[in-house]
Every structure is written in C-alpha cells, then in structure tokens.
T-cell receptor, first 114, second 117 residues
Framework: AQSVTQPDIHITVSEGASLELRCNYSYGATPYLFWYVQSPGQGLQLLLKYFSGDTLVQGIKGFEAEFKRSQSSFNLRKPSVHWSDAAEYFCAVARSSNTGKLIFGQGTTLQVKP | GEEVAQTPKHLVRGEGQKAKLYCAPIKGHSYVFWYQQVLKNEFKFLISFQNENVFDETGMPKERFSAKCLPNSPCSLEIQATKLEDSAVYFC???????????????FGQGTRLTVV
C-alpha cells in the first residue's frame, strides 16, 4: 500500500535561516507528489507539485522541492524562511493511474523564531 | 466560482443527530473529493466523485456516512447518527482530471469543522 512519511513532526528555525522538510513515500511506480501548506484554521494551499520531467520543481512563496527516485524522497526547501511561513506542511502522493485520491503524510509543524 | 466553497464553517451536533455538509466545487471541475482531518493532522480520504458519479469510495465508512453530487447542486456529505469520533474538519477538494502529463491538481476548500457533543 502507498504511504507517505514525514519524519519531522515539529521543526523550529530562525527567521532568515534555510529550511528543509523531509518527505519519503512508498509506491511501486513514479507517483505524483505534492506539498501543501495549511495555516491555522485554513484549508490547504498547494505549494508545488511533481508529475514528471525536471526533478527540481519550483513553487510559490520561494519554495522548491527535489524528487529523488533512488531515495523515494521529495524534500521541500526554502533558502530563507520568513515569519509568515509558520504553518503546517503536508506532503502528499497520488497514483498516476488512479482516481486522484491523495495520501497525506502526518504533517510537519514549522515554527519560526524571530 | 473560482474557489471551493464549503458550508457551514462550523457545525455542532449532539451525539446521534444528523450532520450535513455542503461543497460547491470550482466551476468546470469534474472531480470532487472529501477528506476528513482528525485532530490537527491525519487527512483521511473518504470519497470522490466524477460529476455525479461515485468514483472512489474506498475510504467511506459503510455505516452512517453518505455523499452525493447532483447536477446543479452543491455536493453533500451526510452523517447519520453522529458519534463523538466523527468530530473533525471535513475538507472538500475539486480538480480537473489527470491529463496525459498529469497537469491538474486539487484545490481545497476552507473546511467544515464538525463538533459532536
């Protein structure tokens, strides 16, 4: 069965520091991969997605992620974090040939110190 | 519309009462998905529709939960005889389908927070 693991439940970084959020997936073929952000009391906003092609994808708000097939990973990065980036981050996977249903990781809470 | 609209934002029901949640997908999107978020994390897929047809109901509890997407009406998710463990935020998402290069994505609504007391 497919699964998504976000090993870090909670991460704290200082404003201006770089950020990397980890995501590992389990799936036999190349999946569709997504990163979503959820601010308190809000829905999910898509940061970026990977379907095929260039393994380094650029998203909104200065985020990028790299798909590494050999490591079954899709880590999210940002070179310089802003206080407004504090939120919940969810990695998700969908099967390329299936119904579009997303399997989510457990989420990572990002706290930003001034 | 340009966003997925979910109503109501908050819903409080006594245990055993019925709860009905609504979702208006983005205009032109053929697919609707329902997810349940318990506590702060753990999104669980419930059901999806392709237009008015059930597309995937593998996550739907067989008892008490039902859903519909009828033409020219918001989609709905109904819980009969709610239980305490149904307390969660229910999210609706809509999307166009996967194209040959997988160029579509799911857009999420703001969610309905259901509290069963």
């Amino acid at each position: 069965a497919q699964s998504v693991t976000q090993p870090d439940i909670h991460i704290t970084v200082s404003e201006g520091a770089s950020l990397e959020l980890r995501c590992n997936y389990s799936y036999g073929a190349t999946p569709y991969l997504f990163w979503y952000v959820q601010s308190p009391g809000q829905g999910l906003q898509l940061l970026l997605k990977y379907f095929s092609g260039d393994t380094l994808v650029q998203g909104i708000k200065g985020f990028e992620a790299e798909f590494k097939r050999s490591q079954s990973s899709f880590n999210l990065r940002k070179p310089s974090v802003h206080w407004s980036d504090a939120a919940e981050y969810f990695c998700a996977v969908a099967r390329s040939s299936n119904t579009g249903k997303l399997i989510f990781g457990q989420g990572t809470t990002l706290q930003v110190k001034p | 519309g340009e966003e997925v609209a979910q109503t109501p934002k908050h819903l409080v029901r006594g245990e055993g009462q019925k709860a009905k949640l609504y979702c208006a997908p983005i205009k032109g999107h053929s697919y609707v998905f329902w997810y349940q978020q318990v506590l702060k994390n753990e999104f669980k897929f419930l059901i999806s529709f392709q237009n008015e047809n059930v597309f995937d109901e593998t996550g739907m509890p067989k008892e008490r939960f039902s859903a519909k997407c009828l033409p020219n009406s918001p989609c709905s998710l109904e819980i009969q005889a709610t239980k305490l463990e149904d307390s969660a935020v229910y999210f609706c998402a809509s999307s166009q389908w996967w194209t040959g290069d997988g160029g579509t994505e799911a857009f999420f609504g703001q969610g309905t927070r259901l509290t069963v007391v």
